[in-house]
């Protein structure tokens, strides 16, 4: 079992940034992919980015590419989601998410095992 707890989510105006933060529990926190979705009320869940098990793989959507930036550290059992020139667009609840034993389908959220309980980000125009 992992608990995943987010934090660093808040307002923001348009062109600034925020580093979101998710730690993990448990020992096993290498062997997990990570992920960041994002959801706006009414609308369906959105892969954001993704890190492989070691960090050396990561994954974005078009719309963050260039923006979002994601690391994990495995010794604090923590992945990160810097996110620069931030858009009003970008408003949304932002979960993280862990996947055991695969670094496939990572932008695919049923492939996911675990998830936070979400940080709400919103940026002001």
């Known amino acids: 079992q992992v608990q995943l707890v987010e934090s660093g989510g808040g307002l923001v105006q348009a062109g600034g940034s925020l580093r979101l933060s998710c730690a993990a529990s448990?020992?096993?926190?290498?062997?997990?992919?990570m992920g960041w979705f994002r959801q706006v009320p009414g609308k369906e869940r959105e892969f954001v980015s993704a890190?492989?098990?070691?960090?050396?793989?990561?994954y974005y959507a078009d719309s963050v590419q260039g923006r979002f930036t994601i690391s994990r550290d495995n010794a604090k059992n923590t992945v990160y989601l810097q996110m620069n020139s931030l858009k009003p667009e970008d408003t949304a609840v932002y979960y993280c998410?862990?996947?055991?034993?695969?670094?496939?389908?990572?932008?695919?959220?049923?492939?996911?095992?675990?998830w936070g309980q979400g940080t709400q980000v919103t940026v002001s125009s």
């Open positions: 998410a862990a996947k055991r034993l695969s670094n496939n389908d990572l932008a695919v959220g049923a492939q996911y095992n675990y």
């Open positions: 890190i492989s098990w070691s960090g050396g793989n990561t």
């Open positions: 448990g020992r096993t926190f290498s062997r997990y992919a």
